[in-house]
């Protein structure tokens, strides 16, 4: 069984950085596809960020490419999201997904193993 635990939310202005990581427990991060999904109130979790194992493939959603940056340590077994230029409409939970497969994809049903996620706050 995998756990995930993520961490490094909080409340930031527009235009501000956070960065949220997850710790991955219970296998090694290196066999797991791993990514971060957001939910903002009122409307349903949608895609923001994969990693493929090795982390030398990544993929975007439109809304963040070029200002949110996933990556991972192995060796920690932890994966992170550096997230730049913050602005109000990115108000969500941030939840780490995590997934035996082989290939890492944007698809919410993909993903076995989900963390209870961070709140994160953008005032403007």
């Known amino acids: 069984q995998v756990q995930l635990v993520e961490s490094g939310g909080g409340l930031v202005q527009a235009g501000g950085s956070l960065r949220l990581s997850c710790a991955a427990s219970g296998r090694t991060a290196s066999s797991l596809v791993m990514g971060w999904f957001r939910q903002a109130p009122g409307k349903e979790r949608e895609f923001v960020a994969a990693?493929?194992?090795?982390?030398?493939?990544?993929y975007y959603a439109g809304s963040v490419k070029g200002r949110f940056t996933i990556s991972r340590d192995n060796a920690k077994n932890t994966v992170y999201l550096q997230m730049n230029s913050l602005k109000p409409e990115d108000t969500a939970v941030y939840y780490c997904?995590?997934?035996?497969?082989?290939?890492?994809?944007?698809?919410?049903?993909?993903?076995?193993?989900w963390g209870q996620g961070t709140q994160v706050t953008v005032s403007s």
């Open positions: 997904a995590a997934d035996k497969g082989v290939i890492a994809t944007t698809m919410l049903s993909d993903y076995e193993y």
């Open positions: 990693s493929s194992r090795s982390g030398g493939n990544t």
